[in-house]
């Protein structure tokens, strides 16, 4: 077998390795965040979040073609991804063995020792990126970072064989020539032509230029007779050149092509204009034998080309789709589009900055301040703001250590949960005191544990210093791509804190540039090994040492990697967002308005809708889309499915005037029609005490969101909601309005005493009680939860992740309710049987409880009479509130902790469990003796209870302060921003 053919059975088979092992782990449906929005999107081809990913959306539109059914057409667009990573890991394997082999030596020249260490090197390389934390947990899902990768190692591998193909031309043609006289410069304008259509993708892949610019530099212009500080400086020369041609691709042409358009106002002539005089340089150049020239030309013509796929959003933003993002179907929405002007402007070099003396983000003197990274006006960031000295510290400290250095030890070192805000760890006994790892964990918990013992880290370290010692010029140019795509994006982002999930994913490509390393570590370990025995063995024989060392560091590094990382990066079981969107539609009575929060409540109804046809009678607000004006108009003149356009009286001139405004605490009314409604709402009024309390008008305070100090605000979601909740209520209510259990109180419009649960969202009615959680209709609220679907949630052999336990652990805080209010209603029977049928379903061995649902569900429990599943819960509840005490950071939290303490002793003495009292009682002694915090007599001798209430041993007390909300809300935050 020649070797050529043995080079291509070596990548098809880590090929068919990455294929098969990201199709047993792909999600078989939506997934939560975005996945849910781009199905949606290239199933019906409609217009994503900005800026858009046209080119991804056109793949996803094929493979969504080729699947059976309407519910495969998830799993189908999810193995785009697949089938993106796995091509990534075959090209990653490639780029290795053409790196190795450049330090080797020719190919040709190479004998069966060190052509073999080059396979197993890209073997190793590609095998441990393919089971990288961040890596793989793209790879399964219907998100734009896989193909976005691919498009990056595509364009890393093209250029390393366009080297290698201009090395052969030179010595052919005897070293005389000059640069860019070749044929292999056809790879050139393919690598242009991939970056046009990487902008349909992401914009991350353009980093990718920088590899390639630095290849080219020392391909081309690189002279032997340099000295060491002339070569230096004609390389910060390349770098800087490099700088201003990637600012003329981004965002020079692709935003500035639109601007173009729209100062000629003729965009379709203009664009036949430019289309002829690129044509024109093309052929003129080619003409009069001017390569440079015409490689230019041909690559700028092929950028467009690539770059055409942005048609798409025009094209489906003129049909009004359903999802229709920013609304770009005139040439300055699109640029606004492009330029994600709905996220708000983030400064890079100079702008305003955090105020160490007013504790505010002013400007300093009437300047602005040079490299800001503290730039945040949302007052909530000035609270973190405050514990940084300096800009420098919190770009240091944060911005690089937090959001990106703790990432790559995540994939590279090991990580200690997934747990947001999860520290890095190695499993090295005394090396990790840092991390605080929690004595409680449920399965899925241990599986996100994952520690490598930082050998891929040292391996990869050890790779690097190797190939700057074999091929510095290549190892340079590695270094750059690793630091753009890494250190690079932290520079542009420049994020602010409190970032609403971990960013891991967005740095895939600064992890595919270090697994080259890891690869090339490896290879060197195994040339080190063979070069220590050639002399000395000949054959076979002196191939064994290296291939013995390579075996010994697969199974050291990517091996264990894989089994590390296969349980919580193995989807194939989890159906939670899908049941997570059907329980939440079907809670809506028929042509309901349904405000959500944030992503999690609302892309996988979306998806619901689009693909799977299911409720498309309910319109669906995201409440922080309502923020944005275009949104606004949508929801005012335009349908959706099955749904009419939404009640909203503003005229065009009032959404223009929309924004933040000042807000004093007063009473708002809505007129009610009690005549009409009666018998409307006869189901939910069943006797008069109820009946009573139709209110007409509706009337209640409307305080605003908190600010700044004693300033209260009300958002343009708020404004645009409460125009929605008078208009419909001017129609006589005739549409049902309803807001998702996860929407934050602060979006609720204080309307919390005038809902109605209604499974998994609270319907406004004219009904107003003193039930923080929602009113309780028998024969109502139960049927719709006995209906929700928890598929698998009882298989603790699956993994869900931190996101998916916390939107699960929420349905627990309703669930009791309902049964509680059941309980109470005299429907004793219903109740028990909806909570045990819940709790069978989602155990609390799979699903852990927080504290707060914990005691909601022991609470409902023993007002059912139930003081043995009371026991029970009390005794998982006794080591957390034992935990929390001896882990607590500050005295506010102590004291919650004690809290609960209390709350435990007043259930078991209410349950008259005397031994358990007593065992705790004991255990409590001991821990509050080795507190760090001083507990106060009064309270040691109440064995630790906070306040009056807790002590009373007849009720089980709440937490004092206001009703406990959701577990499961989400913090007010802008739609997605990737």
Not at 714 to 724: C, E, G, K, R, S
């Amino acid at each position: 077998m020649n070797r050529k053919r043995i080079d291509r059975l070596t990548a098809g088979l880590v090929f068919l390795w990455a294929l098969g092992l990201y199709v047993a782990t792909v999600a078989p449906t939506v997934s939560f965040w975005d996945p849910g929005e781009r199905i949606a999107s290239a199933y019906t081809l409609q217009v994503m979040h900005p800026p858009g990913a046209p080119f991804y959306l056109l793949l996803g539109r094929l493979f969504a073609m080729l699947a059976p059914s309407q519910e495969t057409v998830a799993l189908a667009v999810n193995l785009l991804s697949v089938l993106a990573s796995a091509g990534t890991v075959l090209l990653a394997h490639l780029v290795i063995v053409r790196l190795v082999r450049r330090w080797q030596g020719d190919r040709s020249e190479l004998d069966t020792g060190p052509y073999v260490i080059s396979l197993a090197s890209g073997v190793v390389g590609a095998v441990a990126f393919s089971v990288s934390d961040s890596f793989w947990f793209n790879a399964g899902i219907a998100e734009v970072y896989a193909l976005s990768t691919f498009f990056t190692a595509l364009v890393v591998w093209l250029v390393l064989r366009w080297s290698d193909a201009a090395r052969a031309e030179e010595a052919q043609r005897g070293g005389s020539r000059q640069p860019f006289q070749l044929n292999a410069n056809r790879y050139l304008v393919l690598i242009a032509f991939l970056f046009g259509m990487a902008t349909g993708v992401h914009l991350l892949s353009l980093l990718a230029f920088f590899f390639v610019a630095f290849i080219v530099f020392f391909t081309e212009f690189d002279r032997e007779h340099w000295t060491s500080r002339q070569r230096w400086l004609r390389i910060v020369g390349a770098g800087a050149v490099a700088s201003v041609l990637f600012f003329a691709i981004y965002p020079g042409l692709i935003v500035g092509l639109p601007s173009l358009f729209a100062s000629v106002g003729a965009p379709f002539l203009t664009a036949i204009v430019l289309g002829l005089v690129l044509a024109y340089g093309v052929y003129t150049t080619h003409q009069r034998r001017m390569p440079m020239a015409n490689l230019a030309f041909m690559c700028v013509t092929v950028i467009f080309i690539g770059y055409a796929s942005y048609a798409l959003v025009f094209v489906r933003s003129a049909t009004d789709p359903p999802i229709d993002m920013n609304d770009p179907d005139t040439i300055e929405k699109f640029i606004s589009y492009l330029e994600r002007e709905q996220y708000g402007d983030t400064p890079l070099l100079q702008g305003v900055t955090f105020n160490d003396e007013t504790g505010q983000v002013s400007r300093r003197d009437g300047e602005s301040t040079l490299f800001p990274r503290r730039h945040s006006v949302d007052p909530q960031h000035w609270k973190v703001y405050e514990r940084y000295d300096s800009d420098l510290e919190f770009f240091v400290d944060y911005q690089v250590g937090y959001m990106y250095v703790r990432y790559f030890l995540w994939n590279f070192s090991g990580r200690a949960s997934d747990v947001q805000g999860a520290p890095w760890i190695t499993g090295i006994p005394g090396l990790d005191q840092h991390a605080n790892t929690q004595s409680l964990e449920t399965p899925s918990e241990k599986e996100s544990r994952n520690v490598y013992f930082a050998l891929p880290l040292l391996l990869g370290l050890f790779g690097a210093f190797y190939h700057f010692g074999r091929d510095w010029r290549r190892a340079f140019s590695v270094f750059v791509l690793f630091f753009i795509t890494g250190i690079g994006i932290i520079i542009y982002l420049n994020q602010t804190p409190m970032q609403p999930r971990e960013r891991h994913y967005s740095y895939v490509g600064s992890f595919f540039a270090f697994s080259l390393w890891i690869g090339i570590g490896a290879g060197g370990v195994m040339q080190m090994a063979y070069e220590s025995v050639r002399d000395s063995l000949s054959g076979i024989a002196r191939l064994m040492p290296a291939l013995g060392a390579g075996l010994l560091v697969f199974m050291a590094v990517p091996g264990w990697m894989t089994l590390e990382n296969y349980g919580d990066h193995d989807r194939s079981e989890n159906y939670v967002p899908r049941d997570y969107a059907y329980n939440m539609l079907t809670s809506v009575e028929e042509n309901g308005i349904l405000f959500t929060n944030g992503d999690n409540d609302t892309y996988p109804l979306w998806y619901l809708q689009t693909v799977e046809g299911v409720r498309k009678d309910v319109r669906v607000v995201n409440l922080s889309l309502l923020n944005t004006k275009w949104y606004v108009r949508q929801l005012k003149n335009e349908a959706a499915y099955a749904s009419e356009p939404l009640p909203i009286s503003l005229s065009e001139d009032r959404i223009d005037q929309l924004g933040y405004r000042r807000w004093k605490p007063k009473q708002m009314k809505l007129p009610v029609d009690t005549d009409a409604l009666q018998s409307e709402l006869a189901a939910y009024l069943p006797d008069s005490s109820a009946a009573s309390r139709l209110e007409s008008p509706m009337a209640w305070e409307l305080k605003g969101r908190p600010f700044r100090q004693d300033t209260r605000i009300l958002q343009t979601a708020d404004v645009v909601t409460y125009d929605m909740l008078r208009t419909n209520a001017q129609n006589g209510w005739s549409r049902p309005l309803y807001f998702a259990v996860t929407v934050a109180r602060s979006g609720q419009l204080g309307l919390s005493n005038y809902f109605q649960l209604e499974g998994q969202a609270y319907r406004v009615l004219p009904i107003k009680h003193n039930s923080p959680l929602g009113r309780v209709i028998p024969g109502l609220t139960d049927e719709r939860m006995a209906d929700f679907r928890f598929t698998n949630l009882s298989d603790s052999t699956v993994y869900y992740n931190e996101n998916a336990r916390r939107m699960i652990d929420g349905y627990r805080l309703h669930y009791s309710h309902a049964a509680e209010q059941l309980g109470q209603k005299g429907h004793s029977d219903t109740a028990e049987r909806l909570l045990t049928d819940f709790t069978e379903a989602v155990p609390f061995s799979t699903i852990p409880a927080d504290m707060q649902t914990l005691f909601f569900t022991a609470r409902a429990y023993q007002s059912l009479g139930r003081t043995d599943k009371v026991a029970g819960l009390l005794a998982d509840a006794e080591p957390m509130v034992f935990d929390r005490l001896r882990s607590a950071s500050s005295r506010r939290r102590f004291s919650r902790a004690l809290q609960y303490a209390g709350r435990v002793r007043s259930s078991y003495l209410k349950a008259n469990q005397t031994d358990a009292l007593e065992s705790f009682d004991q255990e409590l002694e001991r821990v509050l003796a080795d507190a760090s915090f001083q507990v106060p007599a009064r309270v040691r001798q109440a064995y630790g209870l906070a306040s009056d209430s807790a002590r009373e041993p007849s009720r089980m007390p709440a937490v004092p302060g206001a009703p406990p909300s959701t577990p499961s809300q989400q913090p007010d935050q802008p739609a997605s921003n990737e």
